[in-house]
C-alpha cells in the first residue's frame, strides 16, 4: 500500500526533526548501508499507530543517548517502496517487520527490533532495548 504524502509528512518530520537522515531510494539505502565503517540505527517508519507510535518516540530518545551510533536513518513503509525493500534486504535473517528498528556496525545488521517487539510496550521500555545496544557496541 502506497500512503500519501501529506499523511505521512508529519511522521517523517517528527524523526528528521531530531536529525534522523530519511533514505528515499534504494541507492541512499545502498549508499549508507555499504559503508562498510561505523554504526548505523535505521528505523523502518510506518502507518501503524499502534507500534509505529511508539517506535518513533523510543527512536527519538535514542538520539539522546551518551553512547549512540554514527548515523540516525529512516526509510517509510508504505511509501517509500524501493528503498524499503533494499532496506530490507540488508536486513536478512530478519523478515520483513513495520515499523522495526535496526542496528548495524561495519556493514552488518548487529540487532534488530522487530515489530512484535514494539507493539504493547511503552517507547521508554523500547528505548531501554535500544541503549542497552548502544552500551555494548558504542
Given at each position: 500500500?502506497?500512503?500519501?504524502?501529506?499523511?505521512c509528512?508529519?511522521?517523517?518530520?517528527?524523526?528528521?526533526s531530531v536529525?534522523f537522515v530519511?533514505l528515499?531510494t534504494?541507492?541512499e539505502?545502498?549508499?549508507l548501508?555499504?559503508?562498510?565503517?561505523?554504526t548505523?540505527?535505521?528505523?523502518?517508519n510506518?502507518v501503524?499507530g499502534c507500534?509505529?507510535?511508539n517506535?518513533?518516540?523510543a527512536?527519538?530518545?535514542?538520539?539522546?543517548?551518551?553512547?549512540?551510533?554514527?548515523?540516525f536513518?529512516?526509510?517509510f513503509?508504505?511509501?517509500?517502496?524501493g528503498?524499503?525493500?533494499?532496506a530490507?534486504?540488508?536486513?536478512?535473517?530478519?523478515?520483513p517487520?513495520?515499523?522495526c528498528?535496526a542496528?548495524?556496525?561495519?556493514?552488518?545488521?548487529?540487532?534488530?527490533i522487530?515489530?512484535?517487539?514494539?507493539?504493547?510496550?511503552?517507547?521508554?521500555m523500547?528505548?531501554?532495548?535500544?541503549k542497552d545496544?548502544?552500551?555494548?557496541?558504542?
Open positions: 500500500m502506497n500512503y500519501p504524502e501529506q499523511m509528512a508529519p511522521m517523517r518530520a517528527d524523526l528528521t536529525g530519511e528515499r534504494p541507492e539505502v545502498t549508499d548501508l555499504d559503508k562498510k565503517e561505523g548505523i540505527l535505521l528505523m523502518v510506518s501503524c507500534a509505529a507510535g517506535a518513533r518516540p527512536a527519538k530518545m535514542a538520539t539522546e543517548f551518551d553512547k549512540k551510533v554514527d548515523v536513518a529512516t526509510v513503509a508504505g511509501q517509500d517502496i528503498a524499503t525493500a533494499k530490507r534486504e540488508y536486513m536478512a535473517p530478519f523478515p517487520s513495520s515499523p528498528i542496528v548495524f556496525k561495519d556493514g552488518n545488521i548487529v540487532h534488530c522487530e515489530r512484535h517487539h514494539i507493539e504493547g510496550r511503552p517507547a521508554e523500547i528505548a531501554d532495548n535500544i545496544c548502544f552500551d555494548q557496541l558504542c
